[in-house]
Structure formats: C-alpha cells, structure tokens
T-cell receptor, first 112, second 116 residues
Framework: DGGITQSPKYLFRKEGQNVTLSCEQN?????MYWYRQDPGQGLRLIYYSQIVNDFQKGDIAEGYSVSREKKESFPLTVTSAQKNPTAFYLC???????????FGEGSRLTVL | AQKITQTQPGMFVQEKEAVTLDCTYDTSDQSYGLFWYKQPSSGEMIFLIYQGSYDEQNATEGRYSLNFQKARKSANLVISASQLGDSAMYFC?????????????FGAGTRLTVKP
C-alpha cells in the first residue's frame, strides 16, 4: 500500500545528543514537509522540500536540519541546538502545489 | 498574525446529533484552499474535506460538510449524525497561492467528544 512511513515511533534522547527522524514515502509525491506539534496545539512547519536537493525553512527551523537526496526520503535531524525538542513530529507529503497533505503516523521525541 | 483561528478548544455532542466546529481564516489572497483534518488519539492526521476559494458550492464528503462563507472568511466543519468514533482533535488548515502552495497553516484545533 502507498503511504508515508515514519520511524521510530517513540524516541528518547539525552540532552546534547543529535537524533534523526526518518520519513519515507512511496506516493511519488514531489513535496515533503516536517511539522512539530506540542501538546494541545496545532502544527508548526519546520522545513519543507519541493524537489530533490532543495528545501526551505519553515516557521521554526532553528535547531533542526534536513536533507532531500532522494524523492522518497526526507529525514529530519533534531540537533543539540534545539532547546526544547520534546514534541510530536509529523512528516507529510503532497503532489506539488495541489491538494491535501498526506501524513505519516508521527514520531514522539522525549528528551530526558 | 494568526492565519487560522479555531475558537472552540473543546466541544461535546450527543451521539447521532450534528455538530459544527468553527474556523475563521485571514488572507489577502484570492486563491487559497481550506482543509479539515481529524487527529485521533493515535496521532495520525486524517484528511476530511477540502474547499477551494473559487468553489461556489459547499464541499461535502459523506457525513462531513464545509459551511464556506467567503465574505466572512469562515469555513466551519459540520459533522452530521455524530458517532463515538468521531471523538478526536479537529484541525482547520489553509494553503495560500502567494506562498506557492508550499505551506499549509493550521489552527490550534478543537477537541470533540461524542457522548453516548
């Protein structure tokens, strides 16, 4: 079945460590996105990518990095520079400039 | 400035009754799209319904309909015949053409609880 796969579903990290969240899609979508969701709040855009080897900062990019080496993959690295990384992270994709976003099941990151 | 406003943090509805979830938006674009998503406790975001700014008819998808009032910049979601499985967070979202439709903005959400 086509869809978006995020891993891991749950992740624990010590302060000062970088962690990478995986996002893979087999929908052949051009655009991919990373959102952050804090408890009781809406989604905020971290980064998005329209095509391979290109990506743009969203509203809260500080402390995060991404890469887009393949159309199918858009991993997110939460760096030690992110001061409050504990959150729920959602990856999404869409046909370029059209239609709804398709979401993965999310990754919940907890900093110990 | 807040682009999407959902003023109801929580709503309750009796099973089998209809409920309206409010959403207002702010844009100066003529071309934009409005979306509603459902987020159950599992966390996944489920697309429900879409309304384009040029669509003259209100969108409908099964038990979901979107009450689109363009002049008031309002895009309320109506759920008819509520079911227990409708209990979830609901998010209103918008994509604007001036941003190249790269970016989807979300409201803070409304938690709907369906009572048996």
């Amino acid at each position: 079945d086509g869809g978006i796969t995020q891993s891991p579903k749950y992740l624990f990290r010590k302060e000062g460590q970088n962690v990478t969240l995986s996002c893979e899609q087999n929908l052949n979508h051009d655009a991919m996105y990373w959102y952050r969701q804090d408890p009781g709040q809406g989604l905020r855009l971290i980064y998005y990518s329209q095509i391979v080897n290109d990506f743009q900062k969203g509203d809260i990019a500080e402390g995060y990095s991404v890469s887009r080496e393949k159309k199918e993959s858009f991993p997110l690295t939460v760096t030690s520079a992110q001061k409050n990384p504990t959150a729920f992270y959602l990856c999404a994709s869409s046909i370029w400039a059209s239609g709804e976003l398709f979401f993965g099941e999310g990754s919940r990151l907890t900093v110990l | 400035a807040q682009k999407i406003t959902q003023t109801q943090p929580g709503m309750f509805v009796q099973e089998k009754e209809a409920v309206t979830l409010d959403c207002t938006y702010d844009t100066s674009d003529q071309s934009y799209g409005l979306f509603w998503y459902k987020q159950p406790s599992s966390g996944e975001m489920i697309f429900l319904i879409y309304q384009g700014s040029y669509d003259e008819q209100n969108a409908t998808e099964g038990r979901y309909s979107l009450n689109f009032q363009k002049a008031r910049k309002s895009a309320n979601l109506v759920i008819s015949a509520s079911q227990l499985g409708d209990s979830a967070m609901y998010f209103c979202a918008m994509r604007e053409a001036s941003l190249g439709e790269n970016d989807m903005r979300f409201g803070a959400g409304t938690r709907l609880t369906v009572k048996p």
